[in-house]
């Protein structure tokens, strides 16, 4: 099946610093990637997702990046904010099955 | 719609009790996953179903555990007889891939702790 990397586990920024999360994974076929984003208590819910054609997409302050050829992807946050503080979890996820093989997940922590 | 609706939103039981988890996914959705999330093992597949029908179970941990969905809006994860490793929230996701929606929109989760 389908195995998801990501590094760092724990992130400290300064506020107004940037964040960069990297995700590996090991499975050709996958053709979505997603990240969400979980705060203390909450539910993950998504924040970006990129699919396998496209090579880069943003969203106001966070933009994901693609790699297919190395099977990566990553994540960055700009201009950090305290509200950024949360679990963020990287995901993949072959065409066909729909499901979702998840991260371990990356502890971002904004100090102000 | 109201999302992902869970229930309980909590639950302490005892050693050795039947645990009974529900969901009811956003109306028309047909794709519904059941995760389990704890420190150790991350966010875990479950299993998910698509029209109701179970596709892939490889998640489920051991025969004590068991889901059901018996129709479009409900769904069910049983622990029996449960232990405390059991211990975890439980998040039901719902999703739609056939409209073009494949997010997996998450329900609040179940906080599940067995003494």
């Known amino acids: 099946g389908e195995n998801v990397e990501q590094h760092p586990s724990t992130l400290s920024v300064q506020e107004g610093d940037s964040a960069v999360i990297k995700c590996t994974y090991s499975?050709?076929?996958?053709?979505?990637f997603p990240w969400y984003k979980q705060e203390l208590g909450k539910r993950p819910q998504l924040i970006i997702d990129?699919?396998?054609?496209?090579g880069e997409k943003k969203d106001q302050r966070i933009a994901v990046t693609l790699n297919k050829t190395a099977k990566h992807f990553s994540l960055h946050i700009t201009e950090t904010q305290p509200e950024d503080s949360a679990v963020y979890f990287c995901?993949?996820?072959?065409?066909?099955?729909?499901?979702?093989?998840f991260g371990a997940g990356t502890t971002v922590t904004v100090r102000a | 719609d109201a999302g992902v609706i869970q229930s309980p939103r909590h639950e302490v039981t005892e050693m050795g009790q039947e645990v009974t988890l529900r969901c009811k996914p956003i109306s028309g959705h047909d794709y519904l996953f059941w995760y389990r999330q704890t420190m150790m093992r991350g966010l875990e597949l479950l299993i998910y179903f698509n029209n109701n029908v179970p596709i892939d179970d490889s998640g489920m941990p051991e025969d004590r555990f068991s889901a059901k969905m018996p129709n479009a809006s409900f769904s069910t994860l049983k622990i029996q007889p449960s232990e405390p490793r059991d211990s975890a929230v439980y998040f039901c996701?719902?999703?739609?891939?056939?409209?073009?929606?494949?997010?997996?929109?998450f329900g609040p989760g179940t906080r599940l702790t067995v003494l």
């Open positions: 990129i699919r396998s054609n496209v």
């Open positions: 499975d050709s076929a996958s053709n979505y």
């Open positions: 995901a993949a996820s072959r065409g066909g099955d729909y499901k979702l093989s």
């Open positions: 996701a719902s999703s739609s891939p056939g409209l073009g929606a494949v997010e997996q929109f």
